[in-house]
């Protein structure tokens, strides 16, 4: 079975520089449309985005039996 997916359009909204606390950089996007309690996402900034820049993001369900971190 397929499992449900959406996808957002959204806008970088600031890197967050963490090079002091040895983390990855991250960056904050914001998206058009969405509830106010979930407008904001912070994820690793692995593609190198830039403030500004349009991106498309797509949200899944993770399977039940995957392992999960703490």
């Known amino acids: 079975m397929t499992q449900p997916?959406?996808?957002?359009?959204?806008t970088v909204q600031k890197p967050l520089d963490r090079s002091t606390l040895k983390q990855p950089q991250l960056v904050q996007l914001s998206f058009q449309g969405a509830d106010h309690r979930y407008g904001e996402l912070r994820i690793p900034n692995t593609?190198?985005?830039e403030e500004g820049r349009a991106v498309e993001v797509t949200f899944g369900m993770l399977p039940a039996d995957l392992p999960r971190a703490i």
């Open 5 to 10: 997916t959406i996808t957002l359009a959204g």
């Open 47 to 49: 593609l190198g985005w």
